[in-house]
Nanobody, 127 residues
């Protein structure tokens, strides 16, 4: 079983930055691929980024590539999402999710492949 708790959301102006954290708890948490997803009002949940269990491989959605960075520190049981150059289209509830030994490629970008989810943290980009 895996427990995930997101934090770090808030209100930021366009062009600004935020750092989201996902605290991961579970006996074998370092065996889990972690993904970040977001959902804007009235829209489907979409992938943002994912990272392999040991942090060696990452994958990003095209809309965030070059602006967002996903990383993890298994010693601290934390996965970070650093977001730069934010724009209003980045607004939404951000979720982290976990799936054991999930391939970091097409599969890790599909929310249906994840078994465990956090409660989400709101990110609002507005002037």
């Amino acid at each position: 079983q895996l427990q995930l708790v997101e934090s770090g959301g808030g209100l930021v102006q366009p062009g600004g930055s935020l750092k989201l954290s996902c605290a991961v708890a579970g006996f074998t948490s370092n065996r889990y691929t972690i993904g970040w997803f977001r959902q804007a009002p009235g829209k489907e949940r979409e992938d943002v980024a994912c990272i392999s269990p040991r942090g060696l491989f990452t994958n990003y959605a095209g809309s965030v590539k070059g602006r967002f960075t996903i990383s993890r520190d298994n010693a601290k049981n934390t996965v970070l999402l650093r977001m730069n150059s934010l724009n209003p289209e980045d607004t939404g509830v951000y979720y982290c999710a976990g799936a054991r030994d999930l391939e970091v490629g097409v599969a890790c970008r599909m929310p249906t492949n994840y078994n465990y989810w956090g409660q989400g943290t709101q990110v609002t980009v507005s002037s």
